[in-house]
Nanobody, 125 residues
């Protein structure tokens, strides 16, 4: 059974940085795609960043140049480094994984099979 547990959220002032971590336990399941999503109240969950098992990354336009997705393969931890944070980045952030290949780019969350419980990020002006 795949387990994904986020950590590293919290509150920060605009312009600051946070690094989210997602500790993954996948057992025999291979994740072809791993990603970070976020959701604010009243809105659908939106893709933020994606990392494929071959190392290809993709980012939402709103975070390009500010966020970086990476993975520690030894520890099996997925990261999201968030710099130059803005109040509009405030959201519940989720890590997700897909156990089959997906079309390239930021795709809808319905294509992902496994999710963490989410962690809150709050950016104050």
């Amino acid at each position: 059974q795949v387990q994904m547990v986020e950590s590293g959220g919290g509150s920060v002032q605009a312009g600051g940085s946070l690094r989210l971590s997602c500790a993954m336990s996948t057992g025999p399941v291979r994740l072809y795609v791993m990603g970070w999503f976020r959701r604010t109240p009243g809105k659908e969950r939106e893709g933020v960043a994606r990392l494929d098992s071959d190392g290809v990354t993709a980012y939402a336009d709103s975070v390009k140049g500010r966020f970086t997705i990476s993975k520690d393969n030894e520890k099996n931890i997925l990261y999201l480094q968030m710099n130059s944070l803005k109040p509009e980045d405030s959201a519940m952030y989720y890590c997700g994984g897909a156990h089959n290949p997906l079309l390239p780019g930021i795709v809808d969350d319905l294509w992902y099979h496994h999710w963490g419980q989410g962690i809150q990020v709050t950016v104050s002006a």
